[in-house]
């Protein structure tokens, strides 16, 4: 038999003073190694961890849960006091045990004069708010009132932590799925150096039942550190949502050169604890843990509240029926593509949300859905959607036999931790909205100019509502071309070659400018040796990036032409790109910022006829563009011939 083990062997916690006597202050947590080795705690009582207050005040102001380790208030004598010690035990067998010291403290000072006093100086606006909990509370013997001067506050031998709740759930004990509990960490730092690494848990059960949200850190300008002041989050059971943080800040140094006022010596940790949708959640406490390590890791705060959660499914019931707004241009000309907006407000605080686009309605082969997102979120669902780049959409042709018909998108159950807190109007505004954008093409076909088609839109939320929305779409004739000036770079194709054996790749980049629709055409040339081609042209891809989602298929049928009638090759490539319209920063916030505007090009080609190269001589390769009736000439590029390479062995 081995005696249990405290995780850390010392705690505190703050009470407020309008904490209710029997509500769980802290919960003192063991480990039994004997669990390893007894697998039927029933048949084994070695495995059976109890708890109990090794020593208190004399009043016995709290009780232990032998079995939970839940410490309660027996009563509301604790407000007479600024402080506890409790040395808590837990056994396994009744005999030997092991021990951690807690620390309550209750915010209330020792000496009432003293606090009368201070309150006295608030009110005549001679104290700083600011320093409140942190500076003695005792005035100066000889101050005078109204004559009060500001003195240099005095930093403590130690770090000194001060964690509290604030907003509009401050007060609340019993939650539901999607309520908020937000809280303060106010670290003050000595003079000198500290080391410390802060870690903040949100409870799970088997999976996770509050996530942790909006986790800041503020280091006042007396603090300087050496490792990093941003939270990495992550997720216990590798969930949609994060319920650990770890702020390593290394080694704080504290210049102590600002004495005027707290702050300059404080780091503060502010996070949310917002109640998730869980199965295995049941209506029971759970804790909202924050802890420290410091001072080479030999001493450990801890910090702790505790909620009891309310699992009734109210998500619907109670909340009024969310809305969606269907929005986009009232025409679009042949061959050109634009961007259509689905926003919602919604106002459960957990729903299933799919979203359906379709276009044409009644019609196939008029449009072609390139591409869509979730564009942004507001403050309500950033902890639900932490990113939104993987929230992929699916495409279907539906009868089309050019591009997609139909684009579906399945949000899951993202959760609103404001719709408990806010106004239908307020969340209207901008605490519930979800915003989509849809990038479609109006195929380049003659036949459809002058006529009216339908865009759709449908949003289920749930099973039981629907929200459907139409928009009728004028097709016009196609537009000119604009007159734009692209970029242009071209390169081999990292890792490949041109040898007799073996064909290369040509690489061109074209960068589009924003807010542009023009007709691109390609021509690529290659040289002729002794009246014969030197390279004969195989093949092209295109791919496009996201403001250019609707480009021309990524296959594209070049025409070759032979330019001697003594030459049995292709030399030159001619690829019609077609209409290319890049629809800018429309709303569209594409995910990669580098290739958002990015046409590339692969041009294959191999050589044509090996008896009329060198090998180690570079042939020239052009490149022109025209743009509607304009020419434009790209470059050369010098293409090397490599020695015959020996083919791959497959087996």
């Known amino acids: 038999s081995q005696p249990p083990r405290f995780a850390y062997d010392v705690g505190s916690v703050t009470l407020t003073q309008s904490h209710l006597e029997g509500k769980p202050v802290y919960k003192a947590e063991a480990n039994d190694p004997d669990e390893e080795f007894c697998r039927d705690p029933s048949g084994c009582s070695c495995s059976n961890v109890t708890y109990f207050l090794v020593s208190q005040d004399e009043a016995s102001t709290f009780i232990i849960d032998k079995y939970t380790g839940e410490i309660r208030v027996s009563g509301e004598s604790y407000s007479l006091f600024p402080t506890y010690e409790l040395k808590i035990g837990a056994s396994d067998d ?74 509009t759930n401050q007060n609340l004990a019993v939650i539901k799925v ?4 937000q809280f303060k960490l106010d670290i003050l730092f000595p003079a000198g150096s500290t080391d410390i690494q802060v870690e903040i848990f949100t409870p799970d059960s088997d ?6 949200c909006n986790v800041v850190v503020t280091v006042g300008k007396n603090l300087d550190y050496n490792g990093s002041a941003v939270p990495v989050l992550e997720s216990l059971n590798n969930s949609t949502f994060n319920d650990r943080a770890i702020i390593a800040l290394g080694t704080v140094r504290n210049n102590a050169s600002d004495l005027s006022v707290n702050s300059s010596s404080i780091i503060t940790v502010t996070y949310e604890a917002v109640m998730v949708e869980n199965a295995n959640t049941v209506n029971k406490d759970y804790w909202v843990s924050v802890g420290a390590e410091f001072n080479n890791e030999n001493d450990v705060w801890v910090g702790q509240a505790s909620f009891t ?14 809305q969606a707004n269907f929005t986009g241009p009232a025409s679009m000309s042949i061959g050109s593509s634009s961007i259509f907006y689905v926003d919602l407000a919604v106002m459960y605080p957990v729903i299933d949300l799919k ?48 591009g997609n018909r139909r684009m579906t998108m399945y949000l899951g159950r ?66 000119p071309s604009q007159a734009v000036s692209p970029g242009f770079s071209v390169s081999m194709k990292s890792g490949t070659a041109v040898s007799a054996t073996r064909p290369g790749i040509l690489q061109l980049d074209m960068t589009v400018p924003e807010s542009t629709s023009a007709d691109y055409l390609l021509e690529v040339v290659g040289p002729f040796q ?52 890049n629809v800018g920063n429309t709303g569209w916030n594409a995910t990669n910022q580098t290739t958002k505007n990015l046409v590339r090009i692969l041009v294959y080609l191999k050589v044509a006829n090996a ?15 025209f743009l509607g009736n304009t020419n434009l000439t790209i470059g050369q590029i010098s293409v090397p011939v490599s020695a015959s390479i020996t083919a791959d062995n497959i087996t």
């Open 207 to 212: 999976t996770i039942v509050m996530m942790l």
């Open 611 to 625: 008896s009329l190269v060198t090998v180690g001589t570079n042939y020239s390769v052009s490149f022109g563009m």
């Open 178 to 181: 999607g309520h908020r509990i």
């Open 355 to 402: 979203i359906d686009v379709i276009a044409a309605i009644n019609y196939t082969d008029v449009m072609s859905i390139c591409d869509a997102k979730l564009v942004s979120v507001s403050d309500a669902y950033t902890c639900s959607f932490p990113d939104m780049k993987n929230i992929t959409p699916t495409f279907s042709a539906e009868g089309n036999t050019r």
């Open 414 to 479: 993202p959760i609103n931790k404001l719709a408990r807190e806010y106004a239908i109007s307020q969340i209207q505004a901008n605490k519930g909205i979800i915003s989509f954008v849809v990038q479609i093409t109006l195929l380049d076909d003659p036949t459809l100019v002058g006529k009216d088609y339908w865009i759709g839109a449908t949003v289920e939320f749930g099973t039981t509502v629907i929200w459907a929305g139409q928009l009728k779409i004028t097709a016009t004739a196609k537009s």
């Open 530 to 581: 002794n009246g014969d081609a030197v390279f004969h042209m195989c093949g092209v891809k295109v791919t496009y990036g996201e403001n250019i989602a609707c480009g021309t298929s990524n296959t594209i049928d070049p025409e070759y032409r032979i330019s001697s009638n003594f030459s049995s090759y292709a030399d030159i490539m001619r690829v019609d790109l077609g209409r290319i319209t």
């Open 309 to 322: 959660a309310n699992i009734t499914n109210d998500t619907t019931s109670s909340f009024s029926p969310p």
């Open 94 to 167: 009744g005999v030997t045990y092991d021990t951690m010291t807690l620390t309550v403290t209750t915010g209330t000072s020792w000496d009432n004069t003293a606090v009368n006093n201070y309150k006295m100086d608030i009110k005549n606006g001679y104290a700083s708010d600011e320093s409140e909990r942190y500076l003695n509370m005792v005035p100066e013997v000889g101050e005078e009132p109204h004559h009060r001067q500001k003195r240099a506050i005095t930093l403590p031998t130690n770090l000194t932590f001060n964690l509290e709740k604030y907003g």
